[in-house]
């Protein structure tokens, strides 16, 4: 079948209509990311934390000697029921829970286990 000269420059000029869906490529490509060695790797699960912890702030916050006995673990796990804003007893002291202080209490318990 033969198309007109009118026909053909049409056909040429109309771009084809596509259905593809664009697929989305998750932002930023991977390839820019730099790959870490494994020796950064190797630094252990309380190494980002390590420089920002100050030795002695849990027993600040606590009211307690920091020479005195140490904190166990069946010590601190009930102190986490508390809720933000409340008064509590430890060891004799009233102490109001804070977000910082239950911060400060779950990292505790993380570095005993």
């Known amino acids: 079948m033969a198309y007109s000269s ?10 084809p209509e596509t ?10 490509a991977r ?6 060695s494994k020796k950064e790797d190797e630094g252990g699960v309380f190494s980002e934390t390590e420089g920002k912890i100050k030795e002695g702030g849990l027993r ?6 920091t020479d005195g006995e140490p904190l166990t ?4 796990s009930p ?23 239950k911060k400060q209490i779950r990292l505790a318990l993380n570095m005993m286990k």
């Open 19 to 28: 259905n593809e869906k664009k697929i989305f490529q998750g932002g930023k």
């Open 6 to 15: 009118a026909k053909a420059s049409n056909i040429e000029t109309k771009k």
């Open 60 to 65: 600040r916050a606590l009211k307690i000697k």
């Open 79 to 101: 102190l986490l029921k508390h809720d933000n804003d409340k008064t509590f007893q430890f060891r004799g002291n009233s102490i109001k829970m804070t977000d910082k202080l």
């Open 73 to 76: 673990k069946k010590e601190l």
């Open 31 to 36: 390839d820019t990311k730099a790959k870490k």
